[in-house]
């Protein structure tokens, strides 16, 4: 056996590392503060394995393919078959065995191919880490970390692995996926009891926990399977929420289920009273469920979704989560921040005033010094101000000190700089003007000296913002402060500081934006702006790009509404504007609960909320790790033009699935409800177990190519939503249709051609199966079937299939199956029966869709 590594020792021996010291767990770890070697590194990872939850993908061929034979339909089947084994019908037992086999393999290939599909998108958008090795920081894959590497994180970041914190400032975590605590902990280097639970280690950041503010460095010490995180997903089963589509699937399940009963149980019955052999109507009756049920139908879906997904990928769009994509082409309103998405997000610094409001270049020095020495989490506010340091700006002579990181409740950020010519330190605080005001007691006045900030000084102050606002200008708060020198500061400190002056930022509206949105409006989409920005700011930009602004929510007001309360005001806002990040939720899942399909599109760590609750969750490729993690979809551009046409992408994805769905239990219902009838009234079976079975499979081989199929444009002009009573309407109506034709075949071959059974069944073998082909071309759309083209695929396979329903029965081997050759009499009344049936559904698709458009 192979001895245990030091590494190994180190992180199973001692479980409760929280209560060692940091330089002795280092020790144990056989690792430094400047991080490991790559090649240590490397065979850390040969010897621990990917720091990844989920179990590898070694298995996952023969479990999807295991997974085909769960379904209750083919357990319906086996059965059948080892009842057909038992009674001495061997050939029936190995046909239905084949049959079984070719269609689990036919589903298996498809699911598998779409999984494998998505794991190569998926593979785009993996996320990283920033990580000492070699002694510098390296951005590396999350899987490739292993215990003893030392972590960077600031805020935004997922922890990647559970770990001891080395060093930490203003460290705040939020636990939620562990401990389910709303609020984030406060978290420090220290030492913990060894009997802490983990709500009780401060000095240890888990798996799964997002960074809220701060930064901190970290020794990793479990990885993968063995994290808490691991642990707990290990024993407790979260399911996500249901969504709108999947609650649509089950309800059909539900349907189908119902009728299948009634239907086996009915036929089972009738045969017996009939006097017909109990083994030949248990085996009728159980081909007839499986005839009605659409059992492609989870492979169908993987195959679309999957497809759709490319197609989206190629098209800017990444889906993290299938289902995702069926609820976009749902979604009906979209609510999203305004920068970067609805204006250009390159912001520049556009002015650098006083209090009075007059140009300051020390304004501009004092803000240069806080934008360029900070370290905490990166934004675009700092880099327009640091893009505007020129070659005159000696920042030379100026050493930070200290710096207090921003944070989501202050809204505010000071760095400490001192200069080896003045005996004080000095402090620069920048942030939201409300919140920097809040921490000044003076105003420098314009000769520099501070005075007294009264009422009057403070509503000057406003009146200016509320000008700059309402010109496009997104304003933020300078003040300063003089200490004596000293080596740390706290959040304590931000008081008494004196007021300096105005940090004015333009971010232009986006171009092309205004078309954008009037062809989001075009298809049926409402946009809200939720923002945390200045309210006068976003109506100017709503106004500038045509959307409705004079309906404006606050951050103040939604704090002062009930749950019911917001409900009922959330509609009849346009713009929610200085929203904090527990707002934006409670904001969506009010518009949810008046029945919109809600997206939401961020990138902040401020939006993960709203992302999660949102039903469909969209970020962009550049947002932080706790959005990305918390999004369905991701954008490659932050543009609303790619999302535009994801939603496109979405609806026609949506709109083939329903196509299955509808052309497969339309035509199915139909058939079954004719066997049934003709199964009580004729001296034999209209058609055996195995006939059936293989019509069911072979109808179904052109259904897949469903997912390749053209879309008409009608289909993706309004959000499409799940509709089980269109669904139920449509197959009764659709197959009633086909009941009639079936019944004028029977009559034909009954009356017309005299067939005895052998004639019959081969005869409406070929007659329904071939219906069922072509009453695809029909019901695929809504217009005239000659004016909307199907795909090649779609139309090659149906070809194909058809030919060879009509060369069954001269094939070898037909007998098996209980066919025989069929007269060309014969056939060409079945041919002239098929086109009938194709010009009477022609006919009642019209009538069907333009009832409905009048209902």
């Known amino acids: 056996m192979q001895p245990e590594s030091p590494l190994q020792r180190a992180s199973d021996a001692a479980p409760a590392y929280w209560s060692i010291p940091a330089e002795a767990l280092l020790a144990q770890l056989d690792t430094r503060i400047s991080g490991l070697s790559s090649e240590g590194a490397r065979a850390r990872l040969d010897d621990v394995g990917a720091n990844a939850i989920r179990a590898g993908r070694g298995a996952s061929a023969l479990t999807a393919f295991a997974r085909q034979f769960r379904s209750p339909l083919v357990l319906i089947l086996i059965f059948a078959a080892v009842v057909s084994g038992i009674v001495g019908e061997g050939s029936e037992a190995a046909i239905i065995g084949v049959i079984v086999l070719a269609s689990c393999v036919l589903s298996f290939t498809q699911e598998y191919g779409a999984s494998r599909a998505m794991q190569a998108l998926t593979a ?26 030392i972590v960077r994180l600031s805020a935004g970041n997922l922890v990647p692995a559970d770990g001891i914190l080395l060093e930490t ?66 024993t407790i089963a979260h399911a996500a929420p249901e969504t709108d589509f999947a609650r649509g699937i089950r309800r059909f399940g539900y349907l189908m289920t119902e009728i299948m009963l009634v239907i086996v149980i009915l036929v089972f019955f009738a045969n017996l009273l009939l006097h017909r052999p109990a083994v030949d109507s248990l085996l009728f009756s159980l081909a007839l469920a499986v005839g009605l049920t659409p059992e492609l139908l989870p492979a169908i879906i993987s195959v679309t979704l999957a497809r759709g997904a490319r197609t989206m990928a190629a098209n800017g769009v990444i889906v993290r989560r299938l289902d995702a994509i069926e609820n976009l082409g749902s979604m009906d309103l979209l609510c999203t921040d305004k920068t970067g998405t609805l204006t250009e997000g390159v912001i520049r610094l556009d002015g650098c005033r006083d209090a009075s409001g007059a140009e ?13 020495l900070q370290a905490g989490m990166a934004n675009p506010l700092d880099e327009a101000i640091a893009a505007g340091k020129g070659v005159e700006d000696d920042l030379a002579a100026y050493a930070k000190v200290d710096e207090i990181p921003y944070d989501f409740i202050r809204k505010r950020l000071s760095v400490i700089v001192r200069r080896a010519d003045e005996p004080e330190d000095l402090m620069i605080c920048k942030g939201a003007l409300q919140t920097v005001v809040a921490a000044c007691s003076v105003v420098l006045g314009e000769s520099g000296a501070p005075v007294p900030l009264e009422a009057a000084r403070a509503a000057a102050i ?35 500081l004196a007021f300096a002056g105005f940090l004015l930022f333009l971010d232009p509206p986006k171009a092309g934006i205004a078309e954008t949105l009037k062809a989001l409006a075009a298809r049926g989409i409402k946009v809200k702006i939720i923002t945390g920005d200045n309210r006068y700011v976003a109506a100017h930009l709503a106004e500038i790009v045509g959307l409705p602004q004079r309906r404006v929510l606050t951050g103040t007001q939604v704090s002062r509404l009930t749950k019911e309360a917001l409900v009922r005001r959330v509609t009849q806002n346009d713009i929610f504007a200085e929203i904090d990040p527990n707002q934006k939720e409670r904001i969506i899942a009010a518009l949810r609960r008046h029945g919109h399909v809600v997206g939401y599109l961020g990138d902040g760590i401020n939006d993960a909320p709203a992302l999660h609750e949102a039903d469909v969750g969209i970020s962009v490729e550049g947002a932080v790790d706790v959005a990305r993690e918390a999004a369905d979809m991701i954008l490659l551009e932050r ?6 046409r994801g939603v496109d992408d979405g609806r026609r994805t949506f709109a083939n699935t329903m196509k299955y769905i509808s052309i497969t239990t339309s035509a199915n219902f139909g058939n079954m409800v004719s066997m049934a009838f003709a199964s009580l009234a004729l001296p034999f079976l209209p058609l055996l177990a195995p006939q059936i079975l293989l019509n069911n499979f072979l109808s179904d081989v052109p259904s897949l190519a469903i997912a390749t199929d053209n879309v008409d444009a009608d289909q993706v002009r309004t959000p499409r939503r799940w509709d089980i009573a269109f669904v139920r309407r449509f197959m009764v109506t659709f197959g009633l249709v086909s009941s009639v034709f079936d019944f004028i075949t029977f009559a034909f071959l009954l009356l017309a051609a005299g067939a005895a059974a052998g004639v019959f069944q081969t005869g409406w073998f070929v007659e329904s199966l071939i219906t069922e082909l072509a009453i695809v071309l029909v019901v695929r ?17 149906t070809l194909v299939v058809g030919l060879l329903a009509v060369a069954i029965p001269f094939l070898p081997g037909a007998d098996w199956f209980g066919f025989v050759p069929l007269p060309l009499p014969v056939l060409g009344g079945l041919v002239a029966i098929t086109l009938a049936y194709l010009a009477a559904s022609e006919a009642m698709k019209h009538w069907f869709f333009a009832r409905r458009r009048r209902g």
Do not use: H
């Open 781 to 797: 759309t809504r217009k005239a079937f000659w004016r909307s083209r199907p795909s090649a695929l779609l139309s090659w396979l």
């Open 169 to 234: 400032r203003d460290f705040n975590v939020s636990e939620a996926a562990l401990t389910g605590e709303t609020f984030p902990v406060v978290k420090t280097a220290g030492i913990c009891p060894p009997q802490a639970r983990i709500g009780q280690r401060t000095n240890t950041a888990f798996t799964g926990t997002s960074v809220r503010s701060g930064t901190a460095t970290m020794a990793v010490v479990k990885t993968g399977g063995k994290t808490e995180f691991a642990a707990i997903a290990a």
């Open 360 to 372: 300051a270049p020390q304004v501009r020095l004092w803000a240069l010094l806080n934008a360029t």
């Open 639 to 644: 543009d609303l033009g790619v999302l535009l």
């Open 124 to 149: 785009r958008i993996a996320r990283k880490a920033l990580v000492l090795r070699d002694g510098r920081e390296a951005l590396l894959p999350v899987e490739a970390i292993v215990p003893g590497d």
């Open 462 to 496: 406003d009146e200016k913002v509320r000008a700059w606002s309402g010109q496009g200008y997104r304003v933020l708060g300078l003040a300063v402060r003089r200490f004596s020198r000293q080596d740390a500061y706290r959040r304590e400190d931000e008081a008494g």
